[in-house]
């Protein structure tokens, strides 16, 4: 899938928000056109929410460069699971994944990984992800969905 296949998908799941900042907006530079995906049944970006998906487009010197977003045509699609389906996605609890951030190359295209900043919170990523991404945001989305009632 590409971004522009992601973002179309997720704006099709119910009460979806996503926002894609760029230099006309309030955020920070560094996020500019990373893209942040939440539910939000008003239509609003959420203040104190965090999203339950983003879109990572570049590397973030000093603190995330696993991944080596700077290589041309790659993209990180990182996913808020919870901590049971990581468990099931990943093989061990969120909050063991110090133990075993240094098993992994964060580099593979469409594999489901922990997210090499995010891990503990449950989150995994995919660098380019294929059509296994459809459900795993949809699960994503239910989850918010669910949390947010």
Same mark, same amino acid.
């Given at each position: ?41 008003? $239509? ?37 699971? $919870? ?46 992800? $294929? ?19």
């Amino acid at each position: 899938m590409t971004e522009s296949e992601i973002i179309q998908f997720v704006t099709g799941l119910p009460g979806t928000v996503v926002f894609t900042p760029g230099p006309d907006s309030e955020a920070p530079e560094v996020a500019w056109g990373d893209t942040f995906i939440w539910y939000a049944p008003d $239509g609003e970006i959420p203040k104190r929410q965090q999203p339950f998906a983003t879109i990572v487009t570049k590397d973030y010197p000093g603190s995330d460069t696993a991944s080596q977003l700077d290589r041309p045509g790659i993209f990180r699609l990182n996913i808020a699971v $919870g901590r049971a389906a990581f468990e099931r996605l990943i093989g061990y609890p969120p909050a063991s994944h110090a133990e075993h951030h240094a098993d992994f190359d964060y580099t593979v295209i469409d594999r489901i990984l922990p997210n090499p900043v995010y891990a503990t919170a449950a989150w995994i990523s995919l660098l380019n992800p $294929g059509e296994q991404a459809r459900s795993l945001l949809t699960d994503a989305h239910a989850r918010a969905v669910a949390r947010h009632r």
